[in-house]
């Protein structure tokens, strides 16, 4: 065989490595040929190829992998099966830029099906490659690994604290500053997921200084950097000092804007963020409500629905549990889009439009925290005519457990300092025994003292309600029932029972008209 012949078939052999690669590389985009690949024994062959020494086929190899790996969790643990990743993580210093997002790309699609995986891709090195690779030259290559190290994170904070302990978070602070939009929205999403695990290790971020940069984007131009910054910051403020650090920074009230951005993601991490600040103390609370916080939730709650509302309904609860004066600032509170709706009239709207379990309890639970304070707060509330819808999904057999609980309370919170009667008297009819006695203990307490609620009581039919109860000699019921009874004259209560229409039924009977 000539020369030319045996370089006629190296080529040959080049070219169908390369065409086996890039045909593999565009099936394996399809997720119907994927399971058939891999049925095939593509994966070992691809293997082998990643050691060739014509890097783009290295590249197309590791590219092709990678798509396979990202399809599902059997192949990503096939691909682990198979030795890859040390493979990967051995030439990873080795190689060009391309064969590095490659690689950084497999390790991400291996990382991101389970904490186990995430593991593999631990115990091999890869998180070391993956923080060399931040500090590459190349934008692509720190995105890439950006990426694939928050994909790591995210599963637990194990994984997350072996991020931290590989030195990945100073390297990423400095991707959030670098002029390439798409590595600052990874950096600040790997972010987010490091610290969102712990304290300590949201506590490892700030003291490298990651509040600062964060704190600067929160007006960029872009929606999709601004849903991450806000996430980030969100998750760092875990506990008090890490929420101070926050505020410190002054995200406030310039994050304020951000709830009414077109991005529904952007409102609601802007809502988280506020939640996550609110809960710690009443100072950090009144900080949220001397700037505004408080309107500009009540009205992105009226322009929104569903789980991005949760964040906000919740936002108003933890501030009004704190003090009496914040949760009138929560009632008195009002939005500037029309309707113009205050604090509990919104929360009673959302209680009434939503329909999934979990987004009424937490209406239910702001509610109950606004109104538990005095008369006055639960006043707010009755107005609102929330107390019967919160009595009708606690008796509601359809409620989930959650909801009932959270009504209940509500309830129980609201109704020992309600003085407004007129509100209590729907409950009359509907409620069971164990918020009954609290109702009834309510115009026990007012009853003796008014005349004029005496008389609306009457004419309401309250007092005929009240003796249609049947409660057990010597139990509370019956205690507040006999006191409620003995605001009136003996006729009157006679009057009202049942019994009575049958004693004057009878002498009726006797009567014999001339």
């Not at 506590?203 to 601004?226: I, R």
């Not at 991490?269 to 809960?279: F, I, P, S, W, Y």
């Not at 009239?345 to 209680?351: N, R």
Request: one cysteine or more; aromatic letters at 4%; a negative charge.
């Amino acid at each position: 065989m000539s020369q030319r012949q045996i370089a006629q078939v190296f080529e040959q052999y080049q070219k169908s490595r390369v065409q086996f690669v890039q045909t593999v590389a565009t099936l394996s985009t399809r997720p119907q040929n994927v399971e058939i690949l891999h049925s095939a024994g593509v994966m070992p062959l691809l293997r082998a190829l990643m050691l060739d020494v014509v890097p783009s086929i290295q590249q197309t190899a590791a590219l092709a992998l990678g798509r396979l790996a990202e399809h599902s969790e059997p192949l990503a643990g096939a691909l682990v099966t198979e030795d890859v990743l040390p493979e990967l993580v051995r030439s990873l210093g080795e190689q060009n830029r391309f064969y590095k997002k490659a690689a950084a790309f497999v390790m991400r699609a291996v990382a991101k099906h389970s904490p186990e995986l995430a593991q593999a891709v631990v115990s091999c090195g890869g998180v070391g490659a993956l923080v060399l690779c931040l500090e590459d030259f190349d934008p692509g290559v720190k995105e890439a690994a950006a990426w694939a190290l928050g994909c790591l994170a995210r599963h637990n904070g194990s994984l997350a604290q072996s991020v931290v302990d590989a030195g990945a978070v100073p390297l990423l602070l400095l991707g959030l500053q670098e002029p390439e939009m798409a590595l600052k929205r990874t950096a600040a999403s790997a972010l987010c997921e490091v610290c969102k695990h712990t304290p300590e290790l949201a506590q490892a971020a700030v003291d490298e200084g990651a509040v600062a940069p964060l704190a600067q984007m929160v007006l960029s131009k872009d929606a999709k950097l601004k849903r991450h910054v806000f996430s980030a910051l969100g998750q760092i403020s875990h506990s008090l000092d890490l929420a101070e650090a926050v505020v410190v920074a002054e995200v406030f009230p310039a994050a304020l804007t951000c709830l009414r951005d077109p991005d529904e993601g952007v409102r609601k991490n802007v809502a988280t963020l506020m939640r996550e600040v609110v809960k710690h103390t009443p100072e950090l609370s009144q900080v949220i409500v001397n700037c505004g916080g408080l309107a500009a939730v009540i009205d992105s709650l009226g322009n929104c629905h569903g789980n991005e509302r949760l964040p906000g309904i919740m936002m108003l609860g933890y501030v009004a549990a704190h003090s009496e004066n914040l949760a009138m600032a929560a009632i008195l509170s009002t939005c500037l889009t029309p309707p113009c709706l205050q604090g509990v009239p919104q929360l009673a709207l959302c209680l009434s439009e939503e329909t999934e379990h979990h987004l009424r309890a937490a209406a239910a639970w702001s509610i109950g925290q606004i109104g538990r304070h005095s008369s006055e707060h639960a006043k707010a509330v009755a107005a609102s005519n929330v107390l019967p819808r919160l009595l009708e999904l606690y008796v509601d057999p359809g409620s989930s457990e959650d909801l009932k609980d959270k009504c209940k309370r509500a309830l129980k919170g609201i109704l020992p300092v309600c003085t407004h009667l007129p509100a209590l008297e729907p409950l009359l009819y509907a409620a069971p025994n164990n918020i009954l006695k609290h109702v009834l203990c309510q115009f026990s307490k007012v009853l003796p003292r008014d005349s004029k609620s005496r008389r609306l009581f009457v004419t309401n039919g309250g007092l005929k309600r009240v003796q249609e109860l049947k409660a057990d000699p010597g139990s509370v019921l019956q205690e507040h029932i006999d006191t409620i009874n003995g605001c009136f004259s003996e006729e009157m209560v006679r009057y009202y029972t049942h019994a009575y229409a049958s004693v004057l039924l009878e002498k009726m009977e006797d009567q014999n008209p001339a």
